[in-house]
């Protein structure tokens, strides 16, 4: 069976954090995937004009120093979105990359309006006995090879290698979950984190020792379920 897209972007950011609304870009990589081919590279570090603070430079490998030189987010945007064209965007956990890249385009007067294919919930669908479903799991269940973990441009080509294998595995099944959907994503309103949210964050926090510097007490419902799901997609849990 015949599965496309057969052209398509598969991206990869890094970031200051987890929420779009309040915390920046500091790394974007991509392959542009032509016929099924990789054809096209980009790999970007970006000045997030932030602190990146320790817990985070622990998982993506980036420092204050090695972005301190890089361009802006908005000296960077007209260059990504030239090379993105209007190509479906592929990636695992697609929406967490794309509330991050639409609301900082629109931040700087851009829009980003794109369908997109998401390689977890594939993942979800199709090997729903696996343990774990996140991407360093996956590559090493399916023996990908990837350079530098929790890297922008590195997770995107392992991302693209991993699509790649679930387009050889799983034809045989519903074509509609390997077709591009539109992506939405919207800023939602503010509401406190709830007691369980805050038990169980607290508890995540303290098993993998991420995110230690974070105030807990002041996320908002929406953040605390963004960091809940941000820590369970890292640490495979």
Known sequence: MHIGPWNYVVVDIETTGINPTGNYITEIGAV????????????????????ISPQITQITGIDNAMVENAP????????????????????????????????????CGY???HTGIDTLEIAKLCLPTLKSRSLTYLIEHFEIEREKA???YHDALATYELFEVFKKEFSDMDQK?????????????????T????SYLN???KKHRVFEDVAVEALTKSEASQYIDRIRFLKGC
């Open 150 to 152: 929790h890297r922008a």
């Open 32 to 51: 542009k995937i032509i016929d099924g081919q990789v054809k096209k590279q980009y790999s970007q570090l970006i000045n997030p004009k932030v602190t």
């Open 195 to 198: 007691p369980r949210q805050k």
């Open 111 to 113: 829009a980003f309006e």
């Open 203 to 205: 508890a995540l926090i």
């Open 177 to 193: 979950i390997f077709d591009p959907k539109p992506l939405h994503w919207r800023a939602k309103k503010s509401s406190p984190i």
């Open 72 to 107: 802006s987010f908005e000296e960077v945007i007209p260059e990504f979105l030239t090379f993105v064209e209007d190509l479906p965007l592929i990636g695992h956990n697609i929406l967490f990359d794309f509330s991050f890249l639409k609301y900082h385009c629109q931040q």
